[in-house]
């Protein structure tokens, strides 16, 4: 966690706290909220949003990133998540997982709990063996 302060990271918990309060979702009852971090410091947040068509539903770490993206940011050093889980930290579903490899491979999931203690994991850690985009210039059969 060199490339941010132990600030920033509070300051990323709170705010996935904050945002879970904004989650849409009547069918899971299951609210998650993120703050990503880009790589000149501007903070970006989401929440889940759910849809009848269970299928639509999107989580709350995409929609961070889909706000990140459309305002021109594509490096990120961390996301903070957290969700009314008690006994457990937060971990991205593994739709996500891939979302989050697609910019980069190292840098910081913060998974936290109510209480506000987190595990830290890298992207690359959440999903082993991913495929990123380098791997669509991969040499092939012809």
Same mark, same amino acid.
């Given at each position: 966690?060199?490339?941010?302060?132990?600030?920033?990271?509070? +300051?990323?918990?709170?705010?996935?706290?904050?945002?879970?309060?904004?989650?849409?979702?009547?069918?899971?009852?299951?609210?998650?909220?993120?703050?990503?971090?880009?790589?000149?410091?501007?903070?970006?947040?989401? *929440?889940?949003?759910?849809?009848?068509?269970?299928?639509?539903?999107? *989580?709350?770490? !995409?929609?961070?990133?889909?706000?990140?993206?459309?305002?021109?940011? !594509?490096?990120?050093?961390?996301?903070?998540?957290?969700?009314? @889980?008690?006994?457990?930290?937060?971990?991205?579903?593994?739709? *996500? !997982?891939?979302? @989050?490899?697609?910019?980069?491979?190292?840098?910081?999931?913060?998974?936290?709990?109510?209480?506000?203690?987190?595990?830290?994991?890298?992207?690359?850690?959440?999903?082993? @063996?991913?495929?990123?985009?380098?791997?669509? +210039?991969?040499?092939?059969?012809?």
């Amino acid at each position: 966690m060199s490339e941010y302060s132990e600030d920033q990271v509070q +300051q990323l918990v709170k705010k996935s706290h904050e945002m879970k309060q904004m989650s849409y979702c009547p069918y899971s009852n299951f609210p998650v909220g993120a703050a990503l971090l880009t790589a000149d410091g501007t903070v970006f947040t989401g *929440c889940n949003v759910e849809n009848a068509s269970y299928g639509l539903v999107i *989580c709350a770490e !995409r929609t961070a990133i889909v706000k990140a993206v459309s305002e021109g940011h !594509r490096k990120f050093k961390a996301m903070a998540l957290a969700s009314d @889980l008690k006994e457990i930290a937060i971990v991205p579903c593994g739709a *996500c !997982r891939q979302f @989050l490899v697609e910019f980069g491979v190292d840098w910081d999931v913060i998974m936290t709990k109510p209480d506000m203690t987190y595990e830290v994991m890298k992207t690359k850690e959440l999903l082993p @063996l991913c495929f990123v985009p380098t791997d669509l +210039q991969r040499v092939r059969v012809v």
